[in-house]
């Protein structure tokens, strides 16, 4: 199965970065397809964290994507391959 890793960030969804699709020996045939993973990352891109439009504070709150701190809720996650 392909796979392709989508970082967009959390608070405006906006694309972050587009990583290169990882193939497997199927890819290219008839009826296969890409599964696309989606990670969020940071809180909001330049354009929207100026934005007076745009109000990404409220009653909302975001965290980050917790690959790099201790704020993950699955402690086992980093463990996994």
């Known amino acids: 199965m392909c796979y392709q890793l989508v970082e967009r960030y959390s608070a405006c969804h906006c694309l972050y970065y587009q990583h290169a699709v990882d193939r497997c020996p ?11 993973r989606t ?30 701190s201790n704020q993950s809720g699955d402690s086992s996650y980093h463990h996994r391959r």
């Open 26 to 36: 199927a890819y290219g045939q008839s009826g296969h397809h890409i599964t696309t």
């Open 39 to 68: 990670i969020l990352v940071g809180y909001a891109c330049s354009k929207h964290a100026q934005s007076s439009s745009h109000s990404y504070s409220g009653n909302q709150t975001y965290s980050d994507s917790g690959y790099y």
